[in-house]
Structure formats: C-alpha cells, structure tokens
C-alpha cells in the first residue's frame, strides 16, 4: 500500500499530541527544505535512513519505440537516493 502525504501527516499527529493543522504544516515545510536543498546542488543526509542527491545525467541517443526513429535525450538532472545500512537492515528482515 502507498502511503501518501495526508497519510504521513496522520502518522505524525497520530504519534505526537499537535493539530492535524500542525501536522501537515511541519511535513510541508520538510518537504520544501528537502526541495530547497537539493535544487542547491546539496545532499540531504537523514541518519539512520538515507542519503538524498542530485546527479547530473549527460545527453544521450535513444529510439522511440513505436517507430523504432532515433532521437537524443537532452542531458538532466535526476535525484537519486542511496538507503543507509539501518534501512537495508529493516527492510531485510535484519538479515545482513
């Protein structure tokens, strides 16, 4: 199951004793610090779960698949996430 950003801010009301109002105005700012940051060429680095960073991608030649026609793909950025040790270890059961 997806969780979405409404859902996210019930966890965060849910698990604290503030507003849904506040709720959803700390995950907002969170997310625009976290927009803000990498826009800036910066890593965002959450401990224990996980390094966020911006790569640069160089242009390239692909094919459009209904007709087979070549075309280059224009060079762009991509955000790119990197799990820490803590997170692999939760998602694999704590197996390493």
Excluded: C
């Excluded at 965060?12 to 976290?34: E, P, T, Y």
């Excluded at 910066?42 to 390239?60: H, M, N, Y």
């Amino acid at each position: 199951m997806t969780h979405t950003k409404t859902d996210l801010a019930t966890a965060i009301q849910d698990g604290s004793r503030i507003s849904k109002q506040d709720s959803d105005r700390i995950l907002n700012q969170f997310i625009a610090l976290m927009k803000n940051t990498l826009a800036s060429r910066e890593d965002v680095l959450i401990s224990g779960f996980g390094k966020f960073s911006v790569k640069s991608k160089a242009p390239r030649r692909s094919r459009f698949p209904a007709t087979g026609d070549e075309l280059m793909l224009r060079a762009r950025k991509v955000v790119t996430f990197k799990p820490s040790g803590k997170l692999r270890d939760k998602i694999n059961g704590g197996q390493r």
